[in-house]
């Protein structure tokens, strides 16, 4: 899930500020389970916008918004998309710029995107995965320290941890503590004592020229 | 021609290095000034690299200065700053001009320090620049390309001394597979804990330096069990600094005593003092180390 959070509303008038005639596109995905991109959160976009003197020719909520296929799949889903002269998109930045890239009209996020997170027993996770492109999370007990690691150590912890909190953000537990818990209760401490060498050296890439 | 660093941690000697700090600016007299008060006493300088993530001086532009005026240097490297080209330049830079010892770390993070914004790099951790390392002393960069060797370059590392701390020992041993030299420990003031390392890391054969901060008050020590990782300062030390009448007298003495405690126990000593080396050679004379190296 992409994590991504709402601007503050005066921040999205102050865009909007020489725009009128404004089409709202949510997203049914990320944004819409995160309360930031959904029906309930469109239709008060759309009533906070009118309050304060803009006009709102529609909305509408694609599946996806950063799998929208043609500003011809909107048209088809609510027409009044033809009358905008701005639109508003309430999803990640990836939904952004699908949208801006099938419409010349002006467009603008209502959303900040942060991370590749998740939501599991009603709390947003934000920052689980680096999108590294090349996943061996298998290693660390299912916690990525590229993702999750402030300094994104491989090898084990920095000696800046304290009392088992991160030297970065003392409110949460040392990345490297909850990898060596994790591999423990598995019974594979044994993939702790890899050793990660760059990716030149892992990949033998030597031309010796 | 004097003993160089290398020969002597293939030797028996008891080992002395010393901090010096960068300026904070392009004056270089004070930290000069406070080199040549340990010299001849110390076995080598460690320069450090934007400690505590402050930005100074350039650790290879004060190291190549304290060169010219005669010491001995390790440089210290984090992985903060600096990606693996310029990892690289800079190692190559350091040895072109007479650098033979470095010391690596991965750095505390940007945002412990007077510029929270800066990007932090740490492109690779210290484990993988140790790597790094051992490939271009044998005349090759990351990518292979042929750099010419490193022969004589001696490569430092940094550990935690808790035995008990199985995340951080761990990553110690992968640093001694990496390929190190001698290792320099965070400051030691529980010596019993530090005998219990020594006996973890029985098996491992890299001369360790054990690191020392001289007490100033009892509060420096409440401040650093409270703020700095990896420090324990026991319970009567703290005793005792409260009630001694020259603080600053009492830290000296029992940074002394350690001394002479850990000089059965590991192969030499690192001081870091907060401020300067004013105290240094008092604490070496006292704890019957102070001998001039030849």
Redo the contacts between chains.
């Keep these: 899930m992409i994590i991504s959070s709402a601007k503050p509303f005066e921040e999205i008038l102050k865009l909007l500020k020489d725009e009128d005639d404004i089409f709202i596109i949510g997203c049914n995905a990320c944004a819409a389970k995160l309360h930031v991109g959904g029906e309930p959160e469109v239709t008060m976009m759309q009533q906070r916008l009118e309050v304060n003197g803009k006009n709102v020719v529609g909305w509408v909520i694609p599946s996806a918004a950063c799998s929208v296929a043609s500003f011809d799949s909107l048209v088809e889903k609510n027409p009044a998309i033809r009358e905008a002269k701005a639109i508003l998109v309430m999803a990640c930045g990836s939904g952004v710029s699908i949208i801006a890239g099938v419409t010349d009209i002006p467009v603008y996020p209502s959303n900040n995107t942060e991370s590749l997170g998740g939501r599991s027993q009603g709390e947003v996770i934000p920052r689980l995965c680096a999108m590294c492109g090349d996943c061996t999370v298998y290693y660390f007990g299912g916690i990525c320290p590229k993702g999750q690691c402030?300094?994104?150590?491989?090898?084990?912890?920095?000696?800046?941890?304290?009392e088992g909190k991160c030297?970065?953000d003392t409110d949460k537990d040392?990345v490297?503590?909850r990898?060596?818990s994790r591999l423990e209760k598995m019974g594979r401490q044994d993939l702790?004592?890899k050793?990660?060498?760059?990716e030149?050296?892992e990949g033998q890439?030597?031309?010796?020229? | 021609m004097s003993r160089t660093f290398k020969d002597k941690l293939r030797s028996k000697d008891f080992l002395i290095t010393a901090e010096i700090c960068p300026p904070k600016g392009t004056e270089l007299g004070e930290a000069l000034a406070d080199a040549k008060l340990i010299r001849g006493f110390a076995d080598a300088l460690n320069v450090t690299d934007n400690q505590r993530a402050v930005m100074r001086m350039s650790p290879l532009a004060m190291s190549k200065t304290l060169l010219d005026e005669g010491h001995e240097v390790i440089m210290q490297l984090t992985?903060r700053d600096r990606n693996?080209l310029a990892l690289q330049s800079d190692l190559l830079g350091a040895y072109a001009m007479g650098i033979r010892n470095v010391c690596v770390?991965?750095g505390?993070?940007t945002?412990?320090g007077d510029h929270p914004r800066a990007k932090?790099v740490?492109d690779?951790?210290?484990?993988?620049l140790l790597?790094?390392i051992k490939?271009m002393k044998e005349g090759?960069d990351?990518?292979?390309?042929?750099t010419g060797h490193l022969p004589d370059l001696v490569v430092g590392a940094?550990?935690?001394t808790d035995p008990l701390k199985?995340?951080?020992m761990?990553?110690m041993?992968?640093k001694v597979?990496?390929g190190v030299d001698f290792m320099q420990t965070?400051a030691v003031y529980d010596i019993t804990q530090f005998e219990a390392f020594m006996e973890y890391a029985d098996d491992i054969d890299v001369p360790v330096i054990a690191g020392l901060i001289p007490l100033r008050s009892a509060n420096m020590a409440l401040f650093m069990n409270n703020?700095i990782?990896?420090i324990h300062v026991p319970d009567e030390t703290i005793y005792r600094m409260e009630k001694a009448e020259k603080p600053i007298e009492e830290g000296i003495c029992i940074c002394a005593e350690a001394i002479r405690e850990l000089k059965k126990m590991c192969r030499g000593i690192h001081i870091m003092p907060v401020g300067n080396h004013v105290n240094t050679i008092d604490i070496l004379e006292m704890a019957g180390t102070g001998k001039r190296n030849k």
């Design positions: 402030p300094k994104q150590l491989l090898n084990g912890p920095c000696g800046g941890s304290m030297e970065v040392c490297w503590d990898i060596c702790m004592e050793v990660w060498l760059a030149e050296i890439i030597l031309c010796r020229n | 992985c693996r770390m991965t505390d993070h945002t412990k932090p740490y690779l951790d210290s484990v993988q790597g790094m490939r090759y990351l990518a292979g390309n042929k940094v550990t935690n199985a995340g951080q761990m990553k041993r992968k597979k990496a965070q703020n990782p990896g």
